[in-house]
């Protein structure tokens, strides 16, 4: 009811003159009126006078503010200045923006460009932290620690002898390593060599794990003993740490020469593809130096006395969570997983992960003392987890980040306080962000559009994928540097109007259902903000009758899961119908990949029983009743309906309410209006008022029969008497 039924926003043109009004012993002006009502979200009147055509705009103060209102109106203007001067050009290359936005768009909301140290690589500001503090403790694993001077001695050994190997400047080396000490001193060897690495990871399928040795060509493998049998067929030089200790120790332990400069390749890490085979994404020096020297601008030496280091380095959280400390003096604390923090002796003062982790870490023990500091990235974050978060009062800062592995980690920053709005905030240093639509024109502030990412910490592109590089690594259209370019994100974001991007989700999870266009991301954002709902998934799946419908996956926030009645209500305050799930399912925990995102392949398929609902369920006794469930059953492919549930809150929709329609029809036989079946949503009501109108039929109306024919004999009688003469009768 809260819209207008026909239509939501209107244009009027007032082209009729305004008469002149002569009144006797009056004077009359023409004076504007304002009632202070909106009678649509907004409409936009324009009259034709004398001066031109003058506009006036009325909006929803619901919907829309002044500022809001200001720039759409100045967006208009600009179109028709657009279209008048150059009636010819194709309506995309139409002007939108005023100067002034474009200016703020692409300049200065980019204007992010410091110095850094462009002519380093990363294990040279390792090597210059050492010299600063050699007898610090620079990484520690369960009883295990290691000095910047250890870990740099023993780095060294390992990388003399991969030279010895011809392990050079763009020679990759793959590391399948567990976590340990060696898995660090392996990372920085390769780097100290003039190398870069490939990770993979000991838990993927061999099949896997030959493909990314095979496709980045790798040259050498460093392992451990009990891994070598993933590599059945290698045709790389395998080196095991552990069974090769003898010989490494006996290599030089000072710094060595190599010929690595900060345009050389750094590491290359595999991400999953949309065509199911993994790309690699490759990363240089320089880049990753950027990111270095941006964290230290950030990042305070109390932030970083110790990073846990809990991400699989298959995933480029772990190159924060690595080379930041390490490149400042701080202590990289080494985990299996991030839900042993808890469990650490070593004191932990930030924690760098995704937010279903901390998630979980806040429902088992909370974050231990010693945390200040946590980074969360790689999922969207909600301001209910950030709340949670800070009442454990010893944390200081909550940081969300944002960042594709195509640009070095992270892309965009924002601090976020206790009583601040979630975003992904702006560009880190050196680097621009530009929302674009589909012909790479910006957009307005509070419009959607498509992230695109330009600026120092850009990777090459995918190893050995040139095709697929180009298209997503375009030519920079807003800079004239030679070689600028800009990443194709697949991410859709809003800028807000102090410069903060509100992230809005994938672009590829849009669908489409009975003719709507839906994002999930923004179901799911609605959903998360019932207090009742800790994680929520949104997914479009094919029912038994191969129909799309909106399965919404959902991990409670309390001991008492909330009933889909209420969730079903919450939702018909923020989003239209079409936009409300169909089915929710509970689970107890999201199924997650090994870098701690939803696995949304794991999803459940929604099974056939009747939902938590507020009403209780009551078996179907009349004949009607049972003919109405029975309907019911088939069509929502539910096993077990009350008479007082709800159809809507069962999955229903207006098309599936239609079908009911036309089966019940059929087999009373009889006409029955949807009107009505939309104003008796339950089997118990329906059929109250199907018995009293089949009652009315069968009972009522024979007795209105009976009688009027008794009525018309009365009266054939009378006529018959009165023509006797007996009028006593009457």
Same mark, same amino acid.
């Given at each position: ?61 619901? /919907? ?5 209102? =200001? ?37 200065? !909301? ?5 110095? #850094? %140290? ?15 503090? %050699? ?9 295990? *620690? ?8 023993? +780095? ?56 990314? &040795? ?33 010989? /490494? ?12 400069? %900060? ?30 020297? !941006? ?13 846990? +280091? ?120 050196? =680097? ?19 992230? #695109? ?14 095709? /697929? ?58 959903? &998360? ?55 929710? =399912? ?30 209780? #369920? ?21 096993? *077990? ?8 809150? &069962? ?16 087999? /009373? ?12 949503? =339950? ?45 006593? #009768?009457?």
């Amino acid at each position: 009811m809260s819209y207008n039924p026909l239509f939501q926003v209107m244009f009027v043109l007032q082209n009729v003159p305004t008469p002149n009004l002569s009144l006797s012993d009056v004077s009359v002006t023409y004076e504007e009126g304002y009632n202070g009502t909106s009678k649509f979200d907004l409409t936009l009147f324009m009259e034709d006078s004398q001066q031109g055509l003058v506009a006036t705009c009325e909006y929803n103060t619901d /919907l829309f503010n002044a500022d809001t209102i =200001t720039r759409m109106l100045g967006h208009f203007q600009t179109l028709l200045e657009s279209i008048v001067s150059d009636p010819e050009q194709c309506i995309s290359d139409l002007q939108l923006l005023t100067p002034p936005e474009v200016r703020q768009l692409l300049i200065e !909301w980019n204007d992010t460009k410091t110095d #850094y %140290p462009q002519d380093k690589c990363i294990h040279q500001l390792f090597e210059a932290q050492v010299e600063k503090t %050699p007898s610090d403790i620079a990484v520690i694993f369960e009883n295990q *620690q290691l000095t910047y001077q250890e870990l740099n001695s023993r +780095a060294n050994q390992l990388a003399h002898y991969l030279q010895q190997l011809g392990v050079k400047p763009e020679t990759i080396v793959g590391v399948c390593m567990k976590r340990s000490p060696e898995m660090a001193i392996a990372l920085l060897a390769i780097l100290k060599a003039g190398g870069a690495y490939v990770p993979l990871d000991p838990a993927y399928p061999q099949e896997r794990l030959a493909f990314m &040795l095979k496709d980045s060509q790798a040259k050498v493998l460093l392992t451990q003993t009990h891994l070598v049998e993933l590599f059945t067929k290698p045709n790389v030089h395998i080196v095991c740490i552990d069974r090769d200790a003898q010989l /490494l120790n006996q290599q030089n332990t000072e710094n060595l020469f190599s010929e690595v400069k %900060p345009h050389h390749l750094a590491y290359v890490i595999y991400t999953s593809g949309s065509t199911g085979v993994p790309k690699g994404v490759a990363i240089e020096h320089r880049s990753c130096v950027a990111l270095l020297t !941006w964290s230290r601008e950030v990042f305070t030496d109390d932030d970083l006395t110790g990073v846990l +280091a809990s991400t699989s380095i298959c995933f480029d959280l772990s190159v924060f969570e690595l080379f930041v400390p390490l490149s400042w003096g701080g202590t990289v604390i080494l985990v299996e997983n991030a839900l042993h923090l808890p469990s650490l002796t070593a004191e932990v003062s930030l924690v760098n992960t995704v937010p279903s982790i901390i998630a979980e870490l806040l429902q088992v023990d909370g974050l231990p003392p010693s945390v200040r500091t946590v980074n969360l990235a790689g999922e969207p974050l909600q301001n209910q987890l950030v709340q949670q978060i800070y009442q454990n009062h010893h944390i200081r800062k909550v940081f969300n980040l944002y960042g594709p592995s195509e640009d070095t980690t992270y892309s965009t920053f924002a601090q976020v306080n206790r009583d601040s709005n979630v975003t992904i905030g702006r560009p880190i240093t050196n =680097t621009q962000i530009y929302l674009l639509d589909t012909k790479l024109q910006p957009i307005p502030i509070g419009v959607p559009g498509e992230i #695109y990412i330009g600026g120092a910490g850009l990777a090459r592109g995918y190893l050995n994928r040139s095709e /697929l590089t180009n298209q997503r690594f375009l030519t920079n259209p807003f800079s004239s540097r030679i070689k600028s370019e800009l990443y194709k994100t697949g991410d859709l974001a809003r800028y807000l109007p102090d410069g903060n991007l509100e992230y809005l989700g994938r672009a590829d999870h849009q669908v489409k259902i009975r003719g709507f266009r839906i994002e999930l991301g923004e179901i799911e954002n609605a959903l &998360l903000k019932y207090s009742g709902v800790r994680e929520v998934v949104v997914l479009a799946r094919e029912d038994k009758a191969g129909e799309k419908q909106l399965v919404a996956y959902i991990v409670s926030s309390q001991s008492q899961i909330p009933t889909v009645s209420a969730l079903r209500n919450y939702l018909k305050e923020l989003l239209p119908d079409y936009m409300i799930p169909g089915v929710f =399912t509970f689970l107890d925990t999201l199924p997650l990949l090994p870098n701690g995102k939803v696995d949304r392949r794991a999803l459940p398929v929604p099974d056939s029983l009747r939902p938590t609902l507020t009403t209780t #369920y009551q078996v179907p006794q009349s004949q009607m009743e049972q003919q109405i469930a029975k309907l019911w059953q088939e069509v929502l492919h539910i096993e *077990q309906v009350g008479i007082h549930d709800n159809f809507f809150d &069962l999955g229903g929709h207006s098309l599936l309410m239609l079908k009911v329609n036309n089966k019940l029809r059929a087999i /009373l036989q009889r006409d029955i209006s949807v009107v009505t079946m939309f104003q008796n949503p =339950t089997i118990y009501s329906l059929a109250q008022y199907l018995s009293q109108a089949t009652e009315e039929k069968y009972i009522f109306e024979p007795m209105r029969d009976r009688a009027n024919k008794q009525i018309e004999a009365i009266n054939r009688q009378k006529q018959l008497l009165s023509k006797q003469g007996r009028k006593k #009768y009457e």
